[in-house]
């Protein structure tokens, strides 16, 4: 017997109406038998509402089996008297780290575990101090979890779980706020202590990366496990994959494109796992060495290289804010702002910030955690006043009394980063509806608005009766989308609108946005940790580090800068390091292309060649 045994575990629950009378019953889980041996890294991978979170709760009692049953260490589920020892062997780290946020301070919070289980005064600060250390959340240590951004609370809900120490720790999509080294950090801590410590890890991701540090990993549709094997294995399962709503990493499907082959053995998977895998592959291919072409120049010392990055950031930066006037669009014009102005925990989050949004540009917001994102985006629709500076739209200063505030709020709607936060209606109708009612749009006229919008965002029609509270994380975001679009405005601002989505879910949500800037002319403003998405959708990004903007312009251009980006906490992604690579060792491409497809046709070339 394994750390934890699952044996043909069934669960239903019910969906009820408004008189508390059950409407439906839904099968979450399916007879569902695995088994987890202590140590091991599990990653859990499958679409919104595979099953993938409720399987996690039944494995530390927070959900009991209809059928079947769940033995944790020798202990089951079912009985009362075990589930706090239970709890205690398998951590959990939530997708919202709002939900297991208890303490005043980010130290208490990460002390309130490991307290509650008796551990001495010595040994908790000694391993808040730890946990701190591995999480990068030093310097926060004493502020309230209320004034961090999403990502830092994830960081500080996964030390507070790796404080107590646990045999196991299960991970519900606890990196999807994560910056990309952030997040390849804190998985990379996760793979060492599972090496060095023998802590069992259970990963539910849809960052498919992620699953290449794993031991072993199931694929779940419908609440059903569909497959199981080593990453390579189930990577090279193309098929299947399609079937689950998945895709293979970017890394993998390049490979897929330049072998040409509907299948890719086992072996061939293990041969690449990085980028430079993959450029010696196809520079052995068109006889080319792994080393850079000798060009007879030798590299600039680095002290002259930072003053020509500073200088290229500096251009970057001129280049979209000389473009925009106080006439049209939304201009921030030398904007700060800070929390808690004239407290002692006063904390100034954007420094200077001038940025204008034109209709019709698909603007990506980059940044590490904590950059100072979410707090700028806003700043565009009026949420937020700045401290110091102004906010102009369309030639007016927002902050003037007789400004129309609700006119800018239905011209600049706002999708939030956890989107059960603006869902409150009975019914998804009820919920889209809202927003148009509000504008005195008569009732029909709004209904009408409301189908199209959930039309528009590819939600079915027997789900307009359905709770929005009820539904999978995916169609909570298409809703909360659903009811911005409703009131057809003209800029749209989201914050983070794939987090938490699977792969294909995702795209589709991506695709959508894409069709509304090209096809209605809507302004697209995104804040994302995603590299390769931003690299496939946006037109131009921004970049923010420690509140203030450090590029602004063109996606090629952003992506030409790896080493500043680097020192962000971000990355560039595959398709583009790949090209850089072949680049340097002598290979004629374009190193300006971003996007798959071009990425792609530029691979293709050198095989015609």
Request: hydrophobic share 40%; aromatic share 6%.
């Amino acid at each position: 017997m394994g750390l934890i045994d699952i044996k043909n575990v069934t669960f239903e629950y019910f969906r009820r109406d408004e008189n508390g009378d059950v409407e439906e019953m839904i099968e979450a889980l399916r007879d569902i038998s695995l088994e987890v041996k202590e140590g091991e890294f599990i990653a859990i991978v499958g679409q919104n509402g595979s099953g993938k979170s409720t399987l996690a709760r039944q494995i530390n009692a927070l959900l009991l089996p209809g059928q079947g049953e769940v033995i944790v260490d020798g202990m089951d589920t079912r009985d009362e008297e075990w589930r706090l020892s239970i709890r205690q062997r398998a951590g959990m780290v939530f997708q919202n780290p709002d939900n297991q946020m208890v303490g005043n301070i980010v130290e208490e919070d990460i002390a309130f575990g490991p307290e509650n289980l008796g551990v001495s005064t010595e040994q908790i600060w000694n391993r808040v101090e730890e946990t701190l250390t591995a999480t990068d959340m030093e310097e926060y240590r004493t502020q309230s979890p209320n004034q961090l951004s999403g990502g830092q609370k994830q960081r500080v809900a996964i030390a507070g779980v790796l404080a107590m120490e646990p045999k196991c720790i299960i991970f519900d999509e606890a990196t999807a706020m994560l910056d990309p080294k952030g997040r390849e950090k804190m998985i990379k801590l996760v793979k060492t202590l599972q090496e060095e410590r023998g802590i069992t890890v259970i990963l539910i991701t849809h960052h498919m990366d992620e699953v290449l540090y794993a031991d072993k990993v199931f694929v779940m549709k419908q609440g059903k496990i569909m497959d199981s094997g080593t990453p390579e294995y189930i990577f090279s399962q193309r098929k299947l994959l399609e079937e689950c709503g998945l895709e293979m990493p970017p890394l993998y499907q390049y490979l897929y494109f330049l072998l040409g082959q509907e299948i890719i053995s086992i072996e061939e998977m293990k041969t690449v796992r990085t980028v430079k895998d993959l450029s010696r592959l196809l520079q052995k291919k068109y006889g080319k060495t792994a080393e850079k072409a000798d060009t007879g120049m030798t590299a600039a010392p680095l002290a002259d290289r930072e003053i020509a990055a500073k200088q290229t950031q500096s251009d970057m930066v001129r280049k979209n804010v000389g473009k925009h006037t106080l006439t049209k669009g939304i201009l921030l014009n030398h904007v700060s702002y800070s929390y808690n102005v004239g407290f002692a925990h006063e904390r100034k989050v954007l420094q200077d910030i001038s940025l204008g949004i034109d209709k019709g540009e698909f603007v990506a917001v980059i940044g590490h955690t904590g950059s100072g994102k979410s707090t700028l985006l806003q700043h565009l629709n009026g949420l937020y006043l700045p401290t110091a500076g102004n906010v102009y739209f369309n030639g007016r200063d927002i902050a003037e009394k007789d400004f129309p505030i609700k006119e800018l709020r239905q011209k600049a709607g706002m999708v939030f980063q956890y989107p059960e936060y603006q869902l409150f209606a009975e019914t998804v109708e009820q919920d889209v509806c809202f927003g148009p009612q509000n504008m005195d749009i008569p009732r029909v006229e709004a209904q009408k608005r409301a189908y199209e919008a959930l039309a528009a965002v590819g939600l079915p029609d027997d789900i307009y009766d359905a709770s929005p509270l009820q539904l999978s994380g995916g169609q909570k975001r298409r809703v909360a989308i659903a009811g911005v679009l409703a009131m057809r405005p003209e800029y749209l601002i989201l914050d983070e609108p794939t987090a938490g989505l699977d792969p294909v879910s995702a795209k589709e949500l991506l695709q959508m946005l894409r069709e509304l800037q090209t096809g209605k002319g809507m302004a697209i403003v995104m804040v994302s940790h995603d590299m390769e998405e931003v690299a496939e959708y946006a037109d131009r990004v921004v970049v923010l580090d420690q509140g203030k903007i450090c590029m602004d312009c063109a996606v090629a251009e952003v992506f030409g800068q790896a080493d500043l980006l680097e020192r962000l906490g971000l990355s560039v992604p595959v398709g583009i390091k790949l090209l850089k690579d072949l680049d340097a060792a002598g290979i004629s491409v374009d190193t300006n292309q971003c996007r798959m497809a071009d990425i792609c046709g530029e691979l293709m070339k050198l095989q015609e060649a």
